[in-house]
């Protein structure tokens, strides 16, 4: 079993800046994809951002509307991914939900979600 646990989310001003990680434990195998979705009230889940891996290195997918503002990073040591987030506005207000995946097997994990809104 693997476990998710996410931090970082809160409530910010428009403009500012937040941190969200996520740290993987557990029965580890290896790791194809790290990254972020987020649902905002009445909208379907979404993707963010997510890092994948292969054995000609790391690639990154960032969604067209947090392009230039959010960047995901990791630290593989440590099994933890980030998500910086920078010029929020209120659209992106929503619950962030890590994402994990192994390789083999194929497995998808999910993390309880961290809550980030943005508002004055």
């Known amino acids: 079993q693997v476990q998710l646990v996410e931090s970082g989310g809160g409530l910010v001003q428009p403009g500012g800046s937040l941190r969200l990680s996520c740290a993987a434990s557990?029965?580890?195998?290896?790791?194809?994809?790290m990254g972020w979705y987020r649902q905002a009230p009445g909208k379907a889940r979404e993707l963010v951002a997510i890092i994948t891996s292969d054995r000609s290195g790391d690639f990154i997918n960032n969604a067209e509307s947090v392009k230039g503002r959010f960047t995901i990073f990791k630290d593989s040591a440590k099994n933890t991914v980030y998500l910086q987030m920078n010029s929020l506005i209120p659209e992106d207000t929503a619950v962030y939900y890590c994402?994990?995946?192994?390789?083999?097997?194929?497995?998808?994990?999910w993390g309880q979600g961290t809550q980030v809104t943005v508002s004055s």
């Open positions: 994402y994990l995946r192994t390789r083999t097997p194929v497995y998808d994990y």
């Open positions: 557990g029965s580890l195998f290896t790791i194809y994809a």
